[in-house]
């Protein structure tokens, strides 16, 4: 391990002089590129030269005890040996995570797609639900949600909602949220309190930068038409929503939440530049036999990774087999342990693989 990061804090310090000369500063691909490496490695070499300064301190308190003969200093160094210790045995454990090869997109902002699937109109409601959740964990986070279009359900909620969310590591904290979400309960149009079970289907989409999709414009079609939505006077008014067709995919996407067409525009690229990277993603993990933990599935409630039952108030992650019994702090936004312990189960899964040697 520790050859492992030696190499790691060498090229560290080759990228600190890479990013500073004029050919890396006016290459703007080449300086994103060694700014993100320089991010990423940065962490992990500061908490490597750490590690080193306590080993290096724990071989002088050996020493000391050892060599010395006042019996004062030896006691000393033994209580200093006794802190040292515990701490070198978390940092090793924090390192050898740090080592496990991580995901490039995790550190991508994320293109949300929440949409009712069995169900009907308890479907939208659900669909509703779950977005509120995850604006709530967005709130607890810090990070920013944009709107970029829905459908409202007709009973209220979403049929379709789609949302751009920007922060640190958004990415890799919410890709595990991808998949099927069941709910079961009693819906507010049910007249014989019977409980019901719908779904709604969760993507999240890393956002894809120009630098990962090269899309020729050659190859969108853009149509402009009124927006239907809340906005003030100029709706219905102006031709400000933006719908892009990729021809070669059959790709659509649209945009009508803002007053510009020319953002509407940048929105709706953002989400196509995502989608397709998302589908070249999926091919090469296809290629590898790699099979996804967050793949999404058809919007059945049989293909589901989560369960909320509101009889019970239980919420039970089926992927990992976790069961809490507090569905409303969840539906407020309070997934960080789901979260969190995804996040682990792929790491060992990593770790058993030999990611880390």
């Known amino acids: 391990m520790l050859d492992q990061l030696e190499a790691i804090a060498e090229r560290f310090d080759e990228v600190a002089q890479q990013i500073v000369?004029?050919?890396?500063?006016?290459?703007?691909?080449r300086f994103m590129k060694l700014s993100k490496e320089y991010k990423d490695l940065e962490k992990i070499v500061t908490e490597y030269r750490a590690y080193t300064q306590v080993l290096q301190e724990i071989d002088n308190a050996k020493e000391i005890i050892a060599t010395e003969k006042d019996a004062e200093f030896r006691e000393m160094a033994k209580g200093e040996l006794d802190e040292l210790t515990p701490r070198r045995d978390t940092m090793e454990e924090t390192l050898k995570e740090m080592l496990i090869p991580k995901d490039p997109n995790d550190s991508k902002n994320v293109i949300l797609e929440v949409r009712g699937g069995t169900g009907g109109d308890?479907?939208?409601?659900?669909?509703?639900?779950?977005?509120?959740?995850?604006?709530?964990?967005?709130?607890?986070?810090?990070?920013?949600?944009?709107?970029?279009d829905f459908t409202e359900g007709s009973s209220g909620g979403y049929k379709e909602i789609i949302t751009e969310i920007e922060g640190e590591d958004v990415y890799g904290k919410l890709k595990f949220e991808s998949g099927v979400h069941r709910v079961q309960r009693v819906p507010a149009t049910e007249t014989q309190g019977r409980i019901h079970t719908s779904a709604a289907s969760v993507a999240v989409l890393p956002e894809a930068e120009e630098v990962d999709v090269d899309i020729s414009m050659n190859d969108i079609r853009k149509d402009t038409f009124c927006s239907s939505g809340a906005g003030g006077q100029s709706v219905n008014t102006t031709y400000s929503a933006v719908r892009l067709t990729h021809i070669p995919t059959g790709m659509?996407?649209?945009?009508?939440?803002?007053?510009?067409?020319?953002?509407?525009?940048?929105?709706?690229?953002?989400?196509?530049?995502?989608?397709?990277?998302?589908?070249e993603l999926q091919k090469h993990n296809?290629?590898?036999?790699?099979?996804?933990?967050?793949?999404?599935?058809?919007?059945?409630?049989?293909?589901?990774?989560?369960?909320?039952?509101?009889?019970?108030?239980?919420?039970?992650?089926?992927?990992i087999g976790m069961t809490t019994h507090n569905l409303s702090a969840v539906m407020d936004g309070d997934i960080g342990d789901f979260i969190e312990q995804l996040r682990i189960a792929e790491n060992a899964e990593r770790l058993k693989d030999g990611a880390v040697m």
């Not at 995850?134 to 607890?140: D, I, V, W």
């Open 21 to 29: 000369q004029p050919e890396a500063v006016s290459d703007q691909k």
């Open 122 to 148: 308890e479907a939208a409601i659900f669909a509703g639900d779950i977005f509120r959740m995850y604006q709530r964990f967005c709130e607890k986070m810090g990070w920013k949600m944009s709107l970029v």
């Open 252 to 279: 659509v996407v649209q945009c009508q939440d803002e007053r510009s067409q020319l953002k509407n525009f940048d929105k709706a690229l953002t989400v196509l530049r995502s989608r397709i990277y998302e589908m």
């Open 286 to 319: 296809d290629a590898i036999a790699s099979q996804r933990k967050t793949m999404v599935g058809s919007g059945d409630r049989s293909d589901k990774i989560r369960t909320y039952n509101y009889p019970q108030s239980r919420v039970t992650d089926h992927r």
